[in-house]
Every structure is written in C-alpha cells, then in structure tokens.
C-alpha cells in the first residue's frame, strides 16, 4: 500500500452514478410492492364477498322447517363475522388513503 491507507473509488461520479442506479432499482421495487399489496388486498375482499354470496345463497335455499336451530345460527353468525371483516377491510382501506 503507497500513500493513504483509505481506499477512495478512482472517480465520484462513479459513485454517484452507482447510487443513482440502486435509488432506481429500490424505488421500482417499493412501487412493486405497493402492487402487491393492493392485489392481495383485492383478493382477499373478493374472497370474503364470495364467501358472503354463497351463505346469502344457502339462507334462500334453506328450509326453515327441518333445517335444526343451531345450523342456521352458525350461518348466521358467520354471515356476521364476514360482514364485520369485510367492513374492517373498508375502514382500513379508507384510513390508508387518508
């Protein structure tokens, strides 16, 4: 080793050049990951309004008669919890945009 012990890069534009390089490639990445997050989030809330679709589906084809008091509790109640989930979905949906 001759002179300085510290390796400096031969050139600062160089450098620069090279951090301006990673700045893009991170930034691109961040966009990309913003994409995924907004089409998992779709994919989730379209699940959920399916799941909802089907059970609005079996309430019309039960029949109240010889169907027992305890299954349609627990579709009630899962209609219940899908609607709470999907409102919570919407509510942090609008508080991210906020």
């Not at 050139?11 to 090279?18: A, M, N, R, T, W």
């Not at 998992?40 to 109240?64: E, G, M, P, Q, W």
């Not at 709470?84 to 945009?97: F, I, M, N, P, Y």
């Amino acid at each position: 080793m001759r002179g300085n012990a510290v390796n400096h890069p031969k050139s600062d534009s160089s450098s620069v050049k090279h951090s301006g390089a990673q700045w893009r490639l991170m930034s691109a990445y961040e966009r990309f990951e913003q994409l995924v997050v907004i089409a998992l989030s779709l994919i989730i809330a379209v699940v959920i309004l399916i799941a909802l679709l089907a059970l609005s589906r079996k309430f019309v084809i039960l029949d109240t008669l010889t169907t027992p008091a305890s299954t349609i509790a627990a579709l009630g109640f899962a209609t219940l919890v899908l609607g709470v989930v999907c409102w919570l979905l919407g509510k942090r949906d609008l508080s991210a945009q906020d």
